[in-house]
């Protein structure tokens, strides 16, 4: 579907009824190591809306994940939610008992804390959200990035809750500041903000995120069967809960879960939507007896923009990686399914010697056909197609093809390899899977940020 949106200013209070604000309270008492070490800035934040939100989540499917996201990922099930509170600092994560019962009571202090300033505007509301204005503590979220196994310091979350609420405001600034008080590794800011039309209305998407190291996501509706991937998004459309949660599971696969800079799975990994109908778009509700707006047409439409911000947003993480200088599109075709082409793509992605070769911008196709042959995917090298291709262009220039070395220059293949950004294609000739991955190279740089220095304890450990 061509695009039917504009982008705008906001990010995640440019939708109608959106107010955040951000505060330091100084989260990160203990040493948090050199990836989180920011001085006196922003550590806290609330996302706040007026009304009733259809809530979505999406979380980490690490087998160890923090406490926010075991609360979250619950509360997200449901139909509706109000608030976010989010910390950077402190991931809360292997804390046991307390840090789930402290994830508790930062949703328990937020929700206090918002009820007592919260306007309570009735007339705004659509007559198909549920009416209730008084919010608890079940309609927030809670998440968390920073340092692995630490205490959460609370008497400075409380006081930083406390301080936040009275700051809640839709601006531009208030959300830029949001966008840098989740930062941890990130060296610059990532959001967008997009605007549509649905029954003739204007419709906006708002969203931030932060990201920049352990990152690898593998996000699902449940969640849990340092550095963190977390994203933020807000919308004014009028849509259900149901669909809601289907259209950003749709868009986080096609986004956040195909993105790599290390291969590592975060423990606190979370993408959380919350729309709240102030648009005033005819409702959006899955196809059923008794609803009379069918959402095919605009649904599509809502679900192409929601797909592009998530997209965008992914990509900022990417190219924003811990020690990154190349951004790498990577199409594997011709699997014998879209499981073995994936998995070819993580084997190739994930590779060190391929992600060094990629830092020294070496078209390097061997060490790529080692690494598809230790995936999962049937290979079979007399019929591998390895190819490069400039961002700007569509023409491939095969390095590796049916089973032996091209004659294309090796300087040509090199003037891409050696660009900020480019394009790998692998062709199994297997079948008809395929898999786009977005990955990056592996430098010294993220070597020297990520092996902790004994004379310094507080890079050591989390």
């Given at each position: ?134 919010i608890q503590a079940n309609d927030v979220l809670v998440c968390s990035t920073g340092r692995i196994g630490v205490p959460m310091p609370m008497k400075n979350v409380e006081r930083g809750i406390r301080e936040c609420v009275p700051l ?135 679900q192409a923009a929601l797909n592009h911000v998530c997209l965008e947003l992914a990509k900022m993480i990417v190219r924003d990686g811990e020690g990154t200088t190349r951004f790498i599109t990577l199409h594997v075709h011709g699997a ?127």
């Amino acid at each position: 579907m061509k695009n039917s949106f504009r982008q705008i200013l906001g990010s995640i209070c440019a939708p109608r009824g959106f107010r955040c604000a951000a505060v330091f309270c100084d989260i990160k008492k203990i040493g948090t190591g050199k990836g989180s070490e920011k001085g006196r800035k922003h550590d806290l934040a609330l996302i706040v809306s007026d009304v009733p939100a259809a809530v979505a989540g999406m979380f980490t499917s690490n087998q160890v994940c923090a406490a926010p996201v075991r609360i979250s990922a619950q509360r997200a099930a449901k139909n509706f939610a109000r608030a976010i509170v989010v910390n950077s600092g402190n991931a809360n994560a292997c804390t046991g008992k307390q840090g789930l019962e402290d994830a508790r009571y930062m949703t328990r202090w937020a929700a206090k804390a918002v009820a007592a300033v919260c306007d309570r505007r009735k007339s705004e509301v659509p007559a198909l959200i549920e009416r209730r204005y008084r919010i608890q503590a079940n309609d927030v979220l809670v998440c968390s990035t920073g340092r692995i196994g630490v205490p959460m310091p609370m008497k400075n979350v409380e006081r930083g809750i406390r301080e936040c609420v009275p700051l809640l405001a839709r601006s531009a600034r208030s959300a830029r500041q949001v966008t840098k008080a989740i930062m941890t590794t990130d060296t610059r800011r990532k959001e967008i903000a997009i605007e549509l039309k649905i029954d003739n209305r204007g419709v906006r998407i708002g969203g931030i995120c932060k990201g920049a190291g352990m990152i690898q996501p593998g996000m699902t509706r449940s969640g849990g069967r340092h550095a963190t991937m977390l994203a933020f998004i807000t919308s004014d459309a009028a849509i259900d809960s149901r669909l809601l949660k289907c259209a950003l599971e749709i868009a986080v696969s096609q986004s956040f879960n195909r993105i790599t800079v290390d291969g590592d799975m975060s423990t606190n990994d979370s993408v959380i939507m919350l729309a709240n109908g102030l648009a005033g778009n005819r409702w959006l509700a899955p196809r059923r007896s008794g609803i009379r707006v069918s959402p095919h047409r605009d649904f599509r439409i809502f679900q192409a923009a929601l797909n592009h911000v998530c997209l965008e947003l992914a990509k900022m993480i990417v190219r924003d990686g811990e020690g990154t200088t190349r951004f790498i599109t990577l199409h594997v075709h011709g699997a014998r399914n879209a499981r073995e082409a994936e998995s070819a793509a993580r084997s190739i992605a994930n590779s060190s010697l391929v992600r060094t070769s990629w830092c020294g911008g070496d078209p390097n196709w061997g060490r790529i056909l080692c690494a598809l042959g230790h995936s999962s995917a049937h290979v079979d090298e007399k019929i591998i197609d390895v190819g490069y291709a400039n961002r700007a262009s569509r023409k491939i220039i095969f390095a590796f093809q049916r089973g032996r070395p091209t004659n294309a220059a090796l300087n040509a293949l090199a003037q891409i390899a050696s660009a900020p950004e480019f394009d790998l294609h692998v062709d199994l000739h297997c079948g008809h899977g395929k898999f786009v991955l977005y990955a990056s190279d592996l430098t010294e740089d993220y070597v020297t940020f990520n092996k902790g220095d004994m004379n310094d304890p507080s890079s050591l450990g989390g």
